[in-house]
């Protein structure tokens, strides 16, 4: 296994089964829950982020991320095997119940509190390609140090990674699959006007092309009082 991985935007991608392996996912996760744990900047205990646990009166007892994956072949094999080594390093995880789009994974993030959301994909990249994306307890972009501090906590991770005994009896505790779509909808409703959609009598043409939003666009829209095409 390469003993280095480079983030672009918030992410790290490449084609499945050549770059993205399950060993150098299970790797990667394991360098993000050591980020989380133990960054002094963004990480679990960092300042900013106890003051926002503080504001929206978060009481978590251990580092909590969300976690989604996209339709890709192997995503949702990719997110529990994640799951599996966040909660293997004392992690809580909200595991997505279907595939979900990044912005659905970042709006659990705010809504939850939480430290951090990862998403398995690779956003607008063709299907040969998967990967993992990254966005801190804002639930933004990752800036450029805390993508650094992730690469280089894998290089030192990698190599143990396989060695991890998985304890079932914790993963049990602490990974529970979730519904993000029901508050994302929720979320996105808070912020139009529903009286005048459901009046406007607009028809709306969708195709997502068989990517995480196939379960969201056209159940959105008719929630919204549009006339889905399809």
């Known amino acids: 296994m390469a003993a280095t991985i480079k983030f672009g935007h918030s992410g790290w991608r490449g084609t499945i089964a ?10 990667l996760a394991v360098a993000t829950a050591k980020h989380v744990t133990e960054d002094k900047a963004v990480g679990f205990t960092s300042d900013d982020y106890e003051r926002l646990c503080r504001e929206r009166k978060a009481n978590h007892k251990n580092p909590l991320v969300v976690l989604g994956y996209d339709t890709r072949f192997l995503s949702e094999s990719f997110a529990r095997l994640a799951s599996e080594a ?3 390093n004392a992690v ?4 997505s119940d279907q595939p979900a789009p990044t912005p659905a994974v970042a709006c659990a993030v705010q809504d939850r509190a939480a430290v951090g959301g990862a998403t398995i994909t690779a956003s607008e990249g ?14 933004g972009a990752a800036p450029e140090e805390v993508t650094m501090d992730i690469e280089n906590r894998y290089s030192i ?8 005994n998985k304890d079932l009896s914790v993963l049990s505790q602490l990974v529970e699959k ?3 779509r029901t508050p994302y909808f929720k979320r996105i409703s808070s912020l139009l006007d529903i009286a005048a959609l459901k009046k406007s009598g ?7 092309l068989y990517g995480a939003a196939s379960g969201y666009f056209r159940p959105l829209a008719e929630q919204l009082g549009l006339k889905a095409l399809a």
């Open 157 to 164: 991770t990698a190599s143990l990674a396989a060695k991890v």
């Open 18 to 27: 050549e770059e993205v392996t399950a060993l150098k996912l299970y790797g």
């Open 178 to 180: 979730v519904d993000l």
């Open 86 to 88: 966040l909660s293997s």
């Open 92 to 95: 809580m995880v909200k595991l």
């Open 202 to 208: 607009l028809k709306v043409g969708i195709d997502p």
């Open 126 to 139: 063709e299907a040969q390609y998967s990967g993992f994306k990254w966005c801190p307890y804002w639930g």
